[in-house]
């Protein structure tokens, strides 16, 4: 009688990996993963962040310059050497600080006062021009014959000016629009439209809102 024996079915091992090792490398591969997320999130960040910081200079370039400050013009307000922060604007009100070029010298800066505005008027007098603001309520005529000095409302600004500045303003009896007439406030040595005549918005380069350097006068300038 033949006795039949059972063979047992070997094993084929499935992945050749102990489980211990399966899952070793699992978490492995999760933190490898994490962290390469976390790699990628800062660097969006950081790009982010890169994109803000090109806006903020290019905002800056565009609205606002640099200035230094050649002389003593404006003492005690802006002394030589100083370095002021100019922001650029269409609009302009009376007494701000501006900075232009020169019509007869190209490529300078001037830093000035702006004293008279379109509107104010103005009387020629020889040399002696007499400026004030429209808003007065008392106005003296400017025509011939009929100008007194006593006629001249409070707070009238009487310069004398240089030829060029007289055969500028000619006979002129307000400013025009879109022309200023700026000083010096060191007016002893200042060139300003007492020689130059008024200056037109296109000369302007911008309003002076801050001073830099040095350290010691940091701050807002008016």
Do not use: C, W
């Amino acid at each position: 009688m033949n006795q039949t024996t059972e063979r047992k079915p070997k094993k084929v091992p499935t992945s050749g990996v102990r489980p211990k090792k399966r899952n070793r490398r699992l978490k492995q591969e999760i933190r490898q993963r994490k962290q390469q997320e976390q790699q990628r999130r800062e660097l969006r960040r950081g790009y982010v962040v890169l994109g803000l910081i090109v806006v903020l200079v290019l905002l800056f370039f565009l609205n606002f310059r640099t200035r230094q400050v050649d002389g003593v013009s404006m003492v005690p307000t802006l002394a030589d050497n100083d370095r002021l922060l100019v922001r650029r604007t269409e609009t302009f009100a009376r007494y701000e600080l501006i900075t232009f070029e020169p019509a007869d010298k190209a490529g300078e800066s001037y830093v000035k006062r702006i004293i008279g505005l379109p509107g104010d008027r103005l009387h020629l007098d020889g040399n002696r021009l007499y400026l004030y603001e429209t808003e007065t309520k008392q106005q003296p005529s400017s025509q011939a014959g009929t100008f007194s000095t006593e006629q001249l409302p409070d707070g009238a600004l009487t310069v004398l000016l240089s030829p060029e500045a007289v055969q500028s303003i000619g006979t002129q009896t307000e400013i025009p629009a879109n022309q200023y007439f700026v000083l010096g406030d060191n007016r002893g040595n200042s060139r300003d439209s007492r020689e130059m005549g008024l200056i037109t918005s296109d000369q302007i380069e911008g309003v002076v809102v801050f001073r830099y350097f040095p350290l010691t006068s940091i701050g807002r300038v008016s």
